[in-house]
DNA sequence: GTGAAAGCGCTAACAC
DNA sequence: GTGTTAGCGCTTTCAC
């Protein structure tokens, strides 16, 4: 069958999908056209693009992005990494990022820094291998390691939802401790004099808690009582945690690291009889969707979640398409939303 | 320099990243043996491995995964269209499914099916091109146009929170008119003869109440008012709703499509000096997080996400891993986790 | 405006 | 156990 100076051709069929080759054959022009037909439509003759269309209406074709990207050494992906993808604070935050990504035409992928099994250097190993076209880092806490990675990548990466006085490129954030010093002066505003701390124990909430309880301490209140609960934060964790503070020594208002565990710090109280605001200030942090609608509503931090998802995919975006995003550092700040449990 | 007959080597240098030659050279061995000293181990002698990784070590190289599955057309690359992000109820499931796929190896790609401007195929398009090893559809209700599509790709493709006819490939899910018809048992065993119905405008949500409502009708309970909000629902909706339906002809108890619909409900209720569950019994949908810790705990359908993710999960790794998945379809079924709201 | 050639960085197929 | 070769499907570079 196979000529003897030539041996049989290897048979190594890929996907067995069509091609950019079979369009262009179908369209008869080559393949580097039919590529240009597709992407810069501008640079071809009328008549080309038009048959070149066809081809692709009649094969089905779709462009394979793993191909293009070795190639262009694009990949048109970004990499978000969030601590678990299951907080409610985030929602807005990854539903913005993503929307306004793949309005670019840039892909989300997604990993969860915080789950079970996956350690940080794996997890950022996984996302480098795909060479995307950036990383947005949600609230992280790298290694030093980590961050050497990184930075040798030549990714350009985003961290959010913090200010660290050191990022590694860009940064979208707010300050943590600026959030606990303002829950602080509120409270101390609103005539409390007794306050008390309902706090997950991840880095960020214990930085804005230990800021809220040097602001308390400066404005002349009481040394407030802390009681720690796991992250994430539940409502279940809420009510413990507030059930467990009324044992203590009195209180008038309780900053709360989350609106969840604000919930059912309001839940507890109103099982108990204790009345919000009057007996008890609650103050709530994140701004979820529904805290405006409970009853008492909930006083609490708002964070802008989803527009630290759309700066973040603007840095992206301007840096992959090569153009200057601007200043490096964007501190979106806060707003104490005052309601009624406060 | 160059043979006459050789034009001169065009500089096209890609990234500037080490790549598997770097390794390789530094090692002293060929391009596939330090390929394989990486993925298949147990294939070298001790003396290469030890020499590839030690290079690895030394040039912090990292695989490009993009050229590895375009010489292997396997992505390790999973797709996930969700309604939107922002939705509660899929926050289990997303992060069961996320989480099972990267301990087995796989990345997650998620994509918005409802976010604004993206229709439908263009996700579509944008998600075939990267070429995943799987696709994991989330209670979409897709195109002819779109199903012909994915057929075509050859991808593997799971769907799940529901139970369709016809499958395109694999179904993980349950059946929303078993959810209407059991609520409607429930509500009716607990001596209730005045249904009512407050439910989000998606197809699933009407496919359970009207299961809902025919089930009451056959049990000879009256015909349910029906109060319908936007998708994606909120505790505003909720209190709303219950508002509007007080307003109506009297009731005994609501079937809510929602979780956060009933949260909103109760809300309205305690506002307006309703009692929950005497004067009026309150059930959800999708027994969130923190369904259990409210005041009165929410009586609810607990519809097992995270075991639906991790289904899903292993359907595409098995495929992907050339394994017999079993059968296609699975029931997870739900609960009716009664609680003191109804 | 169009095309030929040469890779992007990796792995499958086939030797030895 | 290790190496050679030929791609995977696309885009870049350079030439016409």
Redesign the interface.
């Known amino acids: 069958m196979s000529p003897p100076s030539k041996p049989a051709r290897r048979s190594r069929r890929?996907?067995?999908?069509v091609t950019l080759h079979d369009v262009a054959r179908l369209a008869g022009v080559a393949p580097i056209t039919a590529s240009r037909a597709l992407r810069t439509p501008e640079r071809v003759s009328d008549e080309v693009r038009a048959k070149v269309l066809q081809a692709v209406a009649r094969t089905?074709y779709?462009?394979?992005?793993?191909?293009g990207?070795?190639a262009s050494?694009r990949?048109r992906?970004v990499a978000a990494v969030l601590p678990?993808?299951?907080?409610?604070v985030f929602?807005?935050y990854?539903?913005s990022l993503?929307?306004a990504l793949?309005?670019a035409g840039y892909?989300?992928?997604?990993?969860?820094a915080g789950?079970?099994?996956?350690r940080e250097d794996a997890?950022l190993?996984?996302?480098?291998?795909?060479?995307p076209d950036g990383i947005v880092l949600t609230g992280i806490v790298h290694s030093a390691e980590g961050r050497k990675?990184l930075l040798?990548?030549?990714i350009p990466v985003v961290e959010t939802w913090d200010l660290t006085p050191t990022p590694i490129d860009m940064l979208v954030g707010f300050s943590h401790e600026e959030v606990g010093r303002a829950v602080a002066r509120y409270l101390h505003g609103k005539g409390r004099r007794l306050p008390a701390v309902l706090a997950g124990d991840d880095a960020r909430a214990r930085r804005r808690f230990e800021a809220f309880r040097a602001e308390a301490l400066a404005l002349g209140l009481a040394e407030p009582p802390v009681a720690v609960v796991t992250t994430p934060t539940?409502?279940?964790h809420g009510?413990e945690g507030l059930a467990r503070l009324l044992r203590g020594r009195r209180i008038d208002s309780v900053f709360c690291s989350s609106d969840?565990l604000a919930?059912?710090a309001l839940?507890e109280a109103?099982?108990r009889g204790v009345r919000v605001p009057e007996d008890l200030a609650v103050v709530g942090f994140g701004d979820l969707?529904?805290s405006?609608?409970?009853?008492p509503s909930l006083t609490t931090v708002r964070i802008h979640g989803a527009e630290i998802g759309r700066h973040a995919a603007r840095f992206i975006v301007e840096r992959a398409e090569g153009r200057d995003p601007g200043p490096r550092i964007i501190d979106l700040g806060f707003s104490v939303i005052a309601r009624e449990s406060a």
Chains 1, 2 share one sequence.
């Open positions: 890929g996907s067995g999908a089905g779709v462009p394979n992005l793993m191909a990207g070795l050494t990949s992906l678990t993808i299951a907080a409610p929602l807005d990854a539903q993503t929307g793949a309005e892909q989300v992928m997604v990993g969860q789950y079970a099994g996956t997890l190993e996984a996302i480098i291998g795909r060479r990675r040798a990548s030549g539940t409502l279940r009510r969840l919930m059912g839940t109103r099982v969707e529904f405006g609608d409970t009853s």
